[in-house]
C-alpha cells in the first residue's frame, strides 16, 4: 500500500524540515514560517493521523524510523537531498530518529522541548491497552461540541504559558474528530525506546551543528528531561528560554526565529 504525509512548502532558500509534536499539526510552525519565509523553504509534515495525514497502517514499534522514511522521501522527490531539521516535542523524537538513519541527509538538527527515551508520556497517553478502549468508547460516544471543548481545554493546559487562544484554536480544530485519541495512542504507545535511545546516543558523534532549545515552564516535557539531554549532547549548543511554556514558537516566536536564524547562518 502506497503510504504518505501530507505536507506544505512555504519560501524560498535552504530546506528545513518542520516535524510537529502530538497531538498538533503542522500549524503549529506558523509564526516561525511567516517570520523566516523570505530566507529558507519550510517543508512542513502533518505527523500520521494529523493535519490531513491519514493513520498509516505500520507496526507502533516501527512508527519512528517508518515516519522518518516518509519525510526523507518526500524531501528527496522535492528535489532536497541536504536539508535542516527541526523537530518539536514528540518530532523532536521522529527527527533525532531520521538522523540516525540518514545522516548523509541532514546539514543541521534542532530539538525544541524534544521528546526523550526518559519522557513520561504526558496525560496518560501511554495508556493500557485495557484503559486505552475504554476512553476511545467514551471518546467516540460524545457530541462534537463536547470533543470540541475536551480537545480546547487538554491543549490549554498542554501548552502552558505558551497557550495562544488564536493559534491553540486552530490546531485544537484540525485535530479534533472521533480518531483524536486513536491517533495519539497509536503513536505513543508502543514507540521503540530502544531505537530512540541509540539515535539520542549517536548525536555525540555526529559531524552535523546541533541546537538544541529548552522551555523551562514545560508542563508537557519536563525541563529535567532538556538538562538530561544537554548533559549527553556536550557537541550541542543548548539554549534555554526562560518562563517559556511547551510552544516557544507561539510565546517568544522573534527570539525563536532568531534561534534558527543564527543556528544556520552560523554554519
Not at 211 to 216: E, H, V
Not at 237 to 259: D, R, V
Request: glycine share 6%; charged share 15%; proline share 5%.
Amino acid at each position: 500500500m502506497h503510504q504518505s504525509l501530507n505536507y506544505n512548502i512555504i519560501g524560498k532558500g535552504p530546506p528545513i524540515l518542520l516535524i510537529h509534536g502530538i497531538p498538533s499539526t503542522a500549524s503549529l510552525w506558523g509564526p516561525l514560517i511567516s517570520l523566516l519565509s523570505d530566507k529558507f523553504t519550510f517543508v512542513s509534515i502533518n505527523l500520521p493521523g494529523f493535519g490531513g495525514s491519514p493513520k498509516l497502517n505500520i507496526n507502533p514499534q516501527n512508527s519512528l524510523q517508518d515516519i522518518a522514511n516518509l519525510s526523507v522521501k518526500i524531501m528527496i522527490e522535492n528535489g532536497f537531498e541536504k536539508f535542516h531539521l527541526i523537530g518539536h516535542s514528540f518530532g523532536g523524537a521522529v527527527a533525532t530518529t531520521l538522523s540516525y538513519v540518514y545522516p548523509e541527509n541532514i546539514v543541521s538538527l534542532i530539538l525544541s522541548c524534544p521528546f526523550t527515551p526518559n519522557t513520561q508520556v504526558p496525560f496518560n497517553f501511554g495508556m493500557s491497552n485495557t484503559f486505552f478502549k475504554i476512553s476511545n468508547s467514551i471518546w467516540n460516544k460524545l457530541n462534537n461540541y463536547s470533543r470540541n471543548k475536551l480537545t480546547e481545554l487538554g491543549v490549554k493546559r498542554a501548552y502552558g504559558l505558551g497557550y495562544l487562544k488564536e493559534r491553540a484554536d486552530v490546531i485544537s480544530q484540525e485535530i479534533c474528530d472521533e480518531f483524536l485519541l486513536e491517533n495519539i495512542y497509536s503513536l505513543l504507545s508502543n514507540f521503540n525506546k530502544n531505537l530512540l535511545e541509540q539515535a539520542y546516543n549517536s548525536l555525540s558523534e555526529k559531524n552535523f551543528k546541533i541546537t538544541i532549545i529548552g522551555a523551562d515552564n514545560d508542563k508537557v516535557i519536563p525541563y529535567k528531561n532538556f538538562i538530561e539531554i544537554q548533559k549527553k549532547l556536550l557537541n550541542s549548543n543548548a539554549i534555554t528560554i526562560k518562563n517559556c511554556g511547551h510552544t516557544p514558537m507561539w510565546q517568544y516566536s522573534e527570539l525563536f526565529a532568531q534561534i534558527i536564524n543564527s543556528h544556520i547562518n552560523d554554519i
